[in-house]
């Protein structure tokens, strides 16, 4: 059998080449460089993150920062986590539970989390599921846009009828905050209903115009390495998976003229620790379809009712 010589050189070039950290595809985190186009790079980053989250919310457990039924919570969070994570866990889909109340004139539609319980509305919650890779999320309301936005018709067709295919499209609020403040804004616009609560949270998915994306590329034109809190890590790597996805889903603050009827009460309070640059980005596209207003869902809702 013939020996074949592999020159150590060469291959150092070809590694240096591939890993090359001008390139938008490269993050530097954790004493490593990542390549964004390869998945396997892309999964032990995501574990990697995770990890780091653990001991950071360990390092909050042993200063006092935390309670103990925090500690309890936490616990067992990331032991689910690292279930999951070592020992696989099966796939699940997006899940939507609902209350009816007959006498109700408002129908909310929340993703991803519960709105303030008011006993003169009807309910239909949408609960992300799990999937592969999950540091795609959110599948439900980005990759599988289609599957949810068809779903929730479905489901209003048969236990809301009075507000199917935008009748009464002013008595639907659609809720959402946090990681999923983007979705609910473009759920609300592709669906046609008019009213919308977010409470600020990552409102863009877009691997062109999020924030964190942006500063993440102006650091490789100065020759730095953008090396963000763990949250925002995520949100470079989410956007990045996301980028083929149309910027009316994951973008959906910059195409509101598509909805000209959309109204969005956005809460937020100023300066939210770790939220500063996504509170610029509403700024930055601000016009007479958003309300920015401070977090006060009651007061919204009487407002809408008066």
């Not at 070039?13 to 990542?34: A, H, L, M, P």
């Not at 609902?98 to 319980?117: F, Q």
């Not at 020759?223 to 990045?240: D, F, Q, S, T």
């Amino acid at each position: 059998m013939k020996n074949i010589h592999i020159n150590q050189d060469t291959m150092n070039k070809g590694f240096d080449s591939t890993y090359d950290i001008k390139q938008e595809n490269i993050v530097e985190w954790f004493g490593k460089r990542w390549n964004l186009y390869d998945e396997i790079d892309v999964n032990h980053l995501y574990y990697t993150m995770q990890h780091a989250s653990y001991r950071e919310g360990l390092y909050n457990v042993l200063a006092g920062d935390m309670v103990y039924e925090d500690v309890k919570e936490f616990n067992a969070q990331r032991k689910a986590m690292t279930i999951a994570a070592t020992q696989g866990k099966p796939e699940y889909p997006t899940g939507f539970n609902y209350h009816i109340n007959p006498d109700a004139e408002y129908l909310i539609i929340s993703i991803g989390v519960e709105p303030p319980r008011r006993e003169d509305c009807s309910y239909l919650n949408i609960k992300e599921g799990f999937k592969q890779p999950v540091h795609s999320y959110p599948n439900c309301f980005v990759e599988d846009f289609d599957i949810t936005v068809n779903t929730i018709q479905e489901i209003i067709r048969e236990k809301f009828p009075d507000k199917f295919l935008n009748c009464n499209p002013e008595r639907v609020i659609v809720y959402a905050s946090g990681i999923y403040a983007g979705a609910g804004i473009a759920l609300a616009g592709w669906t046609g209903y008019t009213n919308c609560y977010i409470e600020h949270g990552e409102n863009t998915y877009s691997w062109r115009s999020n924030p964190h994306c942006a500063r993440h590329r102006k650091a490789k034109v100065k020759g730095w390495i953008y090396n963000p809190a763990l949250p925002h890590k995520m949100a470079i790597v989410r956007c990045h998976r996301l980028r083929q996805v149309v910027s009316q889903i994951t973008d959906p603050i910059r195409h509101l003229d598509d909805w000209p009827e959309l109204r969005i009460t956005y809460a937020m309070t100023p300066e939210q620790p770790g939220l500063e640059l996504y509170q610029d980005y509403i700024w930055d596209y601000k016009n007479e379809q958003i309300q920015v207003v401070k977090p006060d869902f009651k007061q919204y809702m009487k407002n809408l009712t008066t």
